[in-house]
């Protein structure tokens, strides 16, 4: 949710990606509260950490997860 809206109504010099530690399906709700905003989702799919560690350089994190903050 948090990837989508800010690439949405963020500030445009900056892209947000987001993955998670075990990923799933992205939860019905958070498609229904986008698609509300008029947030196209059929794009959209949970992604493993591992889709951006070691190929992608960030220049800022935001961990919303206390889970993650071990790896």
Do not use: W
């Given at each position: 949710?948090?990837?989508?809206?800010?690439?949405?109504?963020g500030d445009k010099d900056?892209?947000?990606?987001?993955?998670?530690?075990?990923?799933?399906?992205?939860?019905?709700?958070?498609?229904?509260?986008?698609?509300?905003?008029?947030?196209?989702?059929?794009?959209?799919?949970?992604?493993?950490?591992?889709?951006?560690?070691?190929?992608?350089?960030?220049?800022?994190?935001?961990?919303?997860?206390?889970?993650?903050?071990?790896?």
């Open positions: 949710m948090g990837e989508a809206l800010f690439n949405k109504y900056f892209i947000a990606f987001s993955a998670d530690t075990d990923p799933t399906i992205i939860h019905p709700y958070v498609v229904k509260v986008l698609e509300e905003v008029r947030i196209d989702t059929s794009e959209q799919f949970a992604k493993p950490l591992e889709t951006y560690i070691g190929k992608l350089r960030f220049d800022y994190l935001i961990n919303v997860c206390s889970n993650a903050q071990e790896l």
